[in-house]
């Protein structure tokens, strides 16, 4: 009796495992196979293509292998700013073979990226939250947290009440001196170089000192003060980001970011020291009852008022979200700048001569918004330079977008390089440098009102505009003041995509003091 109960025991067992095994199977096919294979019809009938889908993998192992052959390519001419083959060269071949409109595929999800001007201006004007924000990658959430930037819907709304108003222009002039703070005490340390050499110059790598610079006036940004126990954790964020940065190149199994690899081991114990610090960090200022005017205590303050907006584990992932996005956004445009400057140096010349004339107290706070050569020259670098490539929405449903019936689910990718490249909306010279493309202002510099997408624009656009624009703006007539520069012959031409737009072998410069008779104290 006992063994005939034990056979039946073990046949229902197997009948189970039968019948999960073939339910993982039909969704599996279902995921992987026809999916992919309805929404490739779907858009073939739209006249839209592109390249084949690959099972499970999509497009992800073409794209890595034209990444990994652009970066081991012939550096480009330092005159030359079209760098689309290198940054983004599966969009740039793409959109050759398929149109200004294409299909392919992150893993089994599948994207569409465009150049049309008016569909991308119908999924950045949306209001009702039909097209969503996404890492693209679920590695990035490690990164920039569950903050505004992926925020969606209602939860965006409680996210951008508490943020928005820190970056409010009467609150930014606090950005300027902080600023301003962190560039005294680096030319300072560009005077002790150049005093200890015989040729009275001095090489440096600008990438690096851009990199110290934003984290520092990030750090005031967020913390309100520079102590030790803060910066263990910016600095750890900052390695965050490049272990995240690897995950492009991780194979496209599904479930792989959860193996405890290395990379993935020493990223789950920063991501953990990370969110241990910043509670500390939060549970004193509660303890204290002292919030300051700070983002985090910005935070506290709503998070403690009648109707709790967000949440610890919230203000957690927006503290991620604001260094991750200030970080990266202010090192990447101060390290363009310096290099358009070294390379244009008439345009270095004429800045100077305005800020010694606009600008003539050490005291420059009230002074930028007289710079208008510098802004435009600003302009035109996050143009040519922008510090995101690309960027995507998701469609939260099925949707007709600019007459293409587009599916929910479906990432929709605009190359802002290739975008801010078009001669269609700059003109002849879209490839050439020419700040004075921005005399009238952003909205009339090209044939789009809204061709500018380096912050995007619309509902969801980048509330850190002004924030990164007067940080730059504030480091740079401070440089400009005390030191003149050029490329180094060591410097290697070669804009790489890593998050940002970085000089890939970084921006090494020869800076000069300013003959004694143009020095001005600092």
């Not at 999960?20 to 039909?26: G, M, P, T, Y």
């Not at 690096?208 to 964020?237: D, H, M, N, P």
């Not at 910005?298 to 584990?313: G, N, Q, R, T, Y």
Request: charged content about 25%; some cysteine; glycine content about 6%.
């Amino acid at each position: 009796m006992f063994s005939m109960d034990t056979n039946a025991g073990y046949a229902a067992l197997h009948s189970l495992a039968a019948i999960l095994a073939v339910s993982l199977i039909w969704r599996a096919l279902w995921h992987l196979v026809w999916i992919p294979y309805t929404v490739a019809r779907l858009f073939e009938r739209q006249g839209i293509r592109g390249p084949p889908y690959r099972l499970g993998v999509g497009s992800l192992l073409e794209m890595r292998r034209m990444l990994v052959a652009r970066r081991a390519g012939t550096p480009l001419d330092p005159g030359c700013h079209d760098y689309t083959t290198l940054a983004i060269p599966f969009f740039h071949k793409w959109t050759s073979d398929y149109g200004k409109t294409f299909l392919y595929w992150l893993g089994h999800v599948p994207a569409i990226c465009s150049t049309d001007m008016e569909l991308l201006k119908q999924v950045l004007n949306d209001k009702t939250d039909l097209f969503q924000k996404d890492y693209m990658n679920p590695s990035f959430e490690v990164i920039f947290g569950k903050g505004l930037l992926a925020a969606n819907g209602e939860d965006w709304k409680r996210h951008h009440k508490v943020i928005h108003p820190i970056f409010k222009q009467e609150n930014l002039k606090s950005v300027a001196a902080m600023a301003a703070e962190g560039t005294r005490k680096m030319i300072e340390q560009w005077c002790a170089q150049i005093d200890k050499s015989d040729c009275h110059q001095a090489e440096i790598d600008m990438r690096c000192y851009s990199e110290e610079l934003s984290l520092g006036t990030i750090e005031q940004v967020i913390i309100g003060k520079r102590y030790k126990e803060a910066r263990e954790v910016f600095v750890a964020g900052k390695e965050l980001q490049k272990l995240a940065l690897y995950a492009f190149s991780d194979p496209p199994i599904p479930g792989y970011r959860y193996l405890p690899t290395r990379r993935h081991l020493r990223s789950w114990k920063l991501d953990k020291l990370i969110t241990t610090k910043a509670t500390r960090f939060i549970e004193a200022r509660i303890a204290s009852g002292v919030y300051g005017d700070d983002l985090l205590g910005m935070m506290l303050k709503a998070h403690k008022s009648e109707v709790e907006v967000l949440s610890i584990e919230e203000i957690i992932g927006e503290c991620k979200t604001i260094f991750a996005t200030g970080y990266e956004s202010g090192s990447t445009l101060l390290t363009w700048v310096m290099f358009l400057l070294s390379s244009y140096p008439q345009w270095q010349e004429k800045i100077r001569e305005e800020v010694l004339r606009e600008c003539p107290d050490v005291d420059i706070t009230d002074d930028l918004g007289k710079l208008k050569l510098l802004n435009m020259f600003l302009l035109e670098t996050l143009r040519l330079y922008s510090p995101v490539p690309f960027f995507a929405r998701k469609a939260a449903s099925d949707t007709i977008l600019a007459n293409i019936k587009v599916p929910k689910g479906t990432m929709i990718t605009f190359p802002v390089v290739m975008l801010h490249r078009s001669k269609d909306i700059w003109g002849l010279d879209a490839d050439e440098f020419n700040p004075m493309r921005f005399e009238k202002g952003v909205s009339r510099a090209a044939k789009h009102g809204h061709a500018f997408f380096t912050f995007s624009y619309g509902p969801r656009g980048c509330i850190g505009r002004n924030y990164t624009m007067i940080q730059v703006q504030t480091m740079m007539s401070m440089i400009l003041r005390r030191f003149s520069f050029s490329l180094s012959s060591q410097y290697v031409h070669m804009p790489t995509n890593f998050i940002t737009l970085v000089p890939r072998y970084g921006l090494p410069l020869i800076v000069r003091n300013q003959e004694d008779g143009q020095k001005v104290n600092i």
